[in-house]
């Protein structure tokens, strides 16, 4: 068959498919892209040529927007479906890095196919090269290497075919995969080659469930056996495996508590008797509790990152012991743990089996519970307005939200002071509810996530919350949204600047600088309307000024069938309505020597609390 490698590309891409427990998916269900002129005449013609219904095209508006909301569709997909992405070169191929390393920090699949400069040097430099005059074969491209689980440079059009083969490995692979970049040479897209029709045949990738080792299996069950205190923490490798049942079910037969971090909150909902919370620097008092008195701790599909893990500080029990059950062996074997190297749901269900009738004491249980009803009325304080007819709270604001959904929302948050607000107090009803992407925790992947996730998943009610600073950075896919009809619900938290980070500097000695906005060069608010802008862009904006106007915004936002966006300024919170404080330290390094009173006061603080730090050997 005669085609261009842009055409034998796009060909390709549209007979690739993933099948786990039977079903079967599209693996590259539509292409993302911004054309200029070094994709427009290759995967641009190729596009056309192949037609929508055979690769839909989706137009975005920003290269790095483009991959965060072909990232939401992927996890909303559960890992079995993927977006690629189209750029030029130049600008338009460095705006993916973010992008692609947000992918593979998270563990979830995107195909990047930037454009590169002429693979013969017609001309050389062409618009927009990178000259180095120490090597003639580097681009900027180059810069998505280190972010990328598989990196090809298109050369000569034979050099797809295993190119391509290998880029759909590692997309379909559960512990590999992320960002794969295939760059595409400007020439190379538009040269014709006679490619073999088996280059087209149907594939079906299978999403592999491996089982755990006996050996390993025995292990980990002996040592649960062994525990008085044992834990679990849940992470993301729950919900990526659809192991949510068999969580729910092995907690529920031995007693152990589940704790959740960032990526695992929702895979047991919030009223499951074993649900202790949130864990880590954002965790629950009775989560972190549990963790610091543990004598085996359960790392269920977790990475276990300073969040999680208190910087080393969280876990303290003497002889504290870790099992490690991981789909990838790095992960598995992290804090010195017993490897469990298997799938999620595949590891607990044999766990389950080899633990048949093995309990937790029931005064464990029962104080874990205590903790945990505990915890709730404080976060029911924290919701809970004594004058709705107030500007609301940050918490206040999550408390009317939380009033309005339903199991079938879904709520997406990235960076700021939301991911921990919501970590702490957020009811997670539902699995695929609670999407806080908090690997990368990058300002701006909130609005087009939420196009990604509402794409994978029409009809489900999909809300974006962001900060004002986090809204000043990335609000162009809003146009996306409304000109694809896509009944987003943004809501708009404005604290009037960089509300989070000021808190951090001025607990590590930094006193604020740089986090607050200026009006004029003077401290304030500068003379800008985000309702209105969020209004130009194309939503339907609705102001609330006030806790009963918040309730009444939320559910009007929730029924509506266009963009719609929730417009709020919240208050500073006071010691009564505000979330409880982080119960678990995190470590930021704080100047070792200072003249200023508030940095020689912190560095105080941080040695103290650095002093809890552990090697787990």
Not at 6 to 18: H, K, P, S, V
Not at 149 to 170: K, N, S
Not at 200 to 223: M, Q
Not at 255 to 264: D, K, L, M, R
Request: overall charge neutral; charged content about 20%.
């Amino acid at each position: 068959m005669r085609l261009t490698t842009a055409q034998a590309l796009i060909g390709f891409l549209a007979r690739q498919f993933t099948e786990r427990d039977g079903r079967r998916r599209r693996l590259i269900a539509a292409t993302w892209g911004i054309f200029g002129h070094g994709n427009v005449a290759g995967i641009g013609q190729a596009l056309l040529e192949t037609g929508g219904k055979r690769m839909p095209f989706l137009q975005g508006r920003n290269e790095q927007a483009m991959v965060h909301a072909a990232v939401g569709y992927a996890r909303q997909s559960g890992r079995l479906s993927a977006h690629a992405v189209t750029t030029s070169i130049g600008p338009g191929a460095t705006n993916l890095v973010t992008g692609a390393a947000l992918a593979t920090v998270n563990r979830l699949p995107v195909l990047l196919l930037p454009g590169d400069t002429f693979a013969t040097r017609p001309a050389d430099p062409v618009l927009q090269q990178l000259e180095l005059p120490y090597a003639g074969d580097v681009s900027v491209n180059d810069t998505l290497r280190p972010v990328s689980r598989y990196f090809d440079r298109i050369t000569r059009p034979e050099a797809l075919i295993p190119a391509a083969l290998q880029a759909m490995r590692v997309l379909t692979d559960p512990v590999q995969t992320g960002a794969v970049t295939l760059a595409l040479p400007q020439d190379v897209q538009a040269e014709a080659y006679d490619w073999p029709e088996e280059f087209f045949a149907e594939r079906v990738w299978t999403v592999r469930r491996p089982r755990p080792d006996h050996a390993e299996l025995e292990a980990a069950a002996r040592a649960v056996r062994a525990a008085a205190r044992p834990l679990i923490i849940a992470g993301g490798g729950i919900r990526h495996s659809a192991a949510e049942a068999e969580l729910a079910g092995f907690a529920e037969a031995t007693g152990i508590p589940v704790a959740a971090t960032q990526a695992g909150k929702g895979t047991l909902p919030y009223g499951h008797p074993a649900d202790v919370g949130a864990i880590g620097h954002t965790g629950t008092a009775a989560a972190n509790e549990l963790a610091r008195t543990a004598d085996l701790v359960i790392a269920a599909g977790t990475r276990l990152t300073d969040f999680t893990t208190a910087s080393a500080t969280l876990f303290r029990h003497p002889h504290v012991r870790f099992t490690g059950l991981n789909l990838d062996p790095f992960d598995a074997h992290k804090l010195a743990a017993r490897p469990l190297v298997a799938d999620a749901r595949e590891g607990l269900r044999e766990l389950a089996a080899l633990l048949s009738g093995h309990r937790v004491d029931a005064g464990y249980a029962a104080a874990y519970r205590s903790a945990k009803e505990d915890w709730e009325r404080q976060v029911d304080l924290a919701f809970h307005a004594a004058d709705p007819d107030a500007a609301p709270t940050q918490a206040q604001l999550l408390g009317a939200l939380d009033a309005v959904v339903t199991g079938d929302d879904v709520l997406i948050n990235a960076a700021g002071s939301l991911p921990g607000d919501l970590h702490k107090l957020w009811r997670a009803r539902s699995p695929l509810q609670y999407h806080v992407e908090y690997g990368y925790s990058c300002m701006g992947y909130e609005i087009p996530a939420a196009i990604g996730v509402a794409l994978a998943d029409p009809g489900r009610p999909v809300w974006a919350l962001v900060g004002d600073g986090t809204y000043l950075m990335n609000p162009t896919e809003l146009v996306t949204a409304v000109q694809e009809g896509i009944p987003l619900k943004l809501v708009i938290v404005d604290n009037q600047g960089y509300a989070s980070i000021g808190g951090l500097s001025q607990a590590v000695g930094g006193e604020r600088l740089g986090t607050d906005f200026r009006n004029g060069g003077r401290p304030g608010w500068p003379e800008v309307d985000l309702a209105a802008n969020a209004a130009s862009l194309g939503m339907t904006v609705i102001r609330a000024h006030t806790v009963r106007d918040l309730r009444e915004a939320l559910a009007q936002a929730r029924e509506a069938d266009r963009p719609t966006c929730v417009y709020t300024r919240t208050r500073t919170p006071d010691t009564v309505s505000g979330p409880p404080p982080a119960q678990a330290w995190w470590d930021v390094p704080v100047a070792e020597t200072a003249t200023r009173t508030s940095a020689i006061e912190a560095r105080e603080e941080y040695d103290r609390q650095a002093a809890d730090r552990r090697r787990h050997l």
